[in-house]
């Protein structure tokens, strides 16, 4: 029996697969990739490193997350999430084998770090490290939160423990595929801010709620499209986002500015076709 069952939802990932499966040979884990339509070599990446083949169609990531963790059979104690661009750090393989079989029964969830890479340097500046994500669970006690976009695994019930090792983010199918992705964000988090979220995050603690305090009681009642500059002053600026060289300027605006600018831009848009259709002009 695998001390944990590690999850991957992949889509045309055979760009940065390789480089997670690499990184957890050396971890106790049994590996379940839910594809959704890869027409590239994911699906064959996968079964040659052994991992176990689920294939459901793409609706959101809490939807076929939950998907997999209602429906993969598993004896393994607890349950991992990583995304395919995401890999392990060496300390983090040797620390989860010797650890997970010895904390209490009270500790149901394990929060990580996560180094975000782009460009080939770790974004180390601007507020953007570190970010503690909760990534692996006692198998049965975590949920993904039902969110279009951001969405954070929720426990059932017990306290959380920090890791002492971190992953790391690394997209490599370049700068293209990235801002492509982070159009379809934006649409996903247009969903979220029309669906009239409440603002207190139940379920969430530590940084990831003060997080989304932040968003929703301070960001979100800024003026439109100021308040995508003001954030990227405050990362590149005063959190010192300058330090991370060339690909930090790239990175920050892109994703501090850029990112949180578009938001905006198709929250009014949406609005407007919603105020035309209502006036039935």
Same mark, same amino acid.
């Given at each position: 029996?695998?001390?944990?069952?590690?999850?991957?939802?992949?889509?045309?990932?055979?760009?940065?697969?390789?480089?997670?499966?690499?990184?957890?040979?050396?971890?106790?884990?049994?590996?379940?990739?839910?594809?959704?339509? %890869?027409?590239?070599?994911?699906?064959?990446?996968?079964? @040659?490193?052994?991992? @176990?083949?689920?294939?459901?169609?793409? &609706?959101?990531?809490?939807? =076929?997350?939950?998907?997999?963790?209602?429906?993969?059979?598993?004896?393994?104690?607890?349950?991992?999430?990583?995304?395919?661009?995401?890999?392990?750090?060496?300390?983090?393989?040797?620390?989860?084998?010797?650890?997970?079989?010895?904390?209490?029964?009270?500790?149901?969830?394990?929060?990580?770090?996560? =180094? $975000?890479?782009?460009?080939?340097?770790?974004?180390?500046?601007?507020?953007?490290?570190?970010?503690?994500?909760?990534?692996?669970?006692?198998?049965?006690?975590?949920?993904?939160?039902?969110?279009?976009?951001?969405?954070? $695994?929720?426990?059932?019930? /017990?306290?959380?423990?920090?890791?002492?090792?971190?992953?790391?983010?690394?997209?490599?199918?370049?700068?293209?595929?990235?801002?492509? &992705?982070?159009?379809?964000?934006?649409?996903?988090?247009?969903?979220?801010?029309? %669906?009239?979220?409440?603002?207190?995050?139940? /379920? #969430?603690?530590? =940084?990831?709620?003060?997080?989304?305090?932040? &968003?929703?009681?301070?960001? #979100? !009642?800024?003026?439109?499209?100021?308040?995508?500059?003001?954030?990227?002053?405050?990362?590149?600026?005063?959190?010192?986002?300058?330090?991370?060289?060339?690909? /930090?300027?790239?990175?920050?605006?892109? =994703?501090?500015?850029?990112?949180?600018?578009?938001?905006?831009? &198709?929250? $009014?848009?949406?609005?407007? #076709?919603?105020?035309?259709?209502?006036?039935? !002009?």
């Amino acid at each position: 029996m695998a001390l944990v069952c590690l999850i991957v939802l992949t889509r045309d990932e055979e760009a940065n697969l390789p480089a997670l499966i690499e990184s957890a040979r050396g971890l106790d884990a049994e590996l379940h990739v839910v594809d959704s339509g %890869s027409t590239d070599r994911t699906v064959e990446i996968a079964a @040659q490193a052994g991992a @176990q083949i689920h294939r459901r169609p793409w &609706k959101t990531y809490a939807d =076929q997350f939950n998907w997999a963790l209602g429906s993969i059979a598993t004896d393994a104690p607890w349950t991992m999430r990583m995304d395919a661009d995401e890999r392990f750090t060496p300390g983090l393989v040797s620390e989860l084998n010797g650890l997970l079989a010895t904390l209490p029964a009270e500790v149901s969830g394990l929060r990580l770090r996560r =180094q $975000v890479w782009f460009w080939g340097r770790w974004i180390r500046h601007g507020g953007y490290y570190p970010i503690w994500l909760l990534r692996v669970w006692r198998t049965g006690m975590g949920r993904v939160e039902d969110r279009w976009m951001d969405e954070h $695994v929720i426990l059932s019930a /017990g306290r959380e423990f920090d890791l002492a090792h971190d992953i790391i983010d690394e997209n490599r199918k370049g700068l293209g595929f990235w801002t492509a &992705k982070h159009n379809g964000y934006a649409d996903r988090e247009v969903e979220d801010i029309l %669906s009239g979220a409440p603002d207190d995050p139940a /379920g #969430l603690s530590g =940084q990831a709620r003060r997080t989304r305090l932040l &968003k929703n009681r301070l960001y #979100l !009642r800024l003026p439109l499209f100021f308040r995508a500059w003001a954030y990227w002053m405050y990362r590149y600026v005063l959190r010192g986002g300058f330090r991370d060289g060339i690909p /930090g300027l790239v990175f920050h605006f892109l =994703q501090g500015f850029w990112y949180r600018f578009l938001v905006d831009a &198709k929250l $009014v848009e949406r609005r407007r #076709l919603a105020a035309r259709d209502e006036s039935g !002009r």
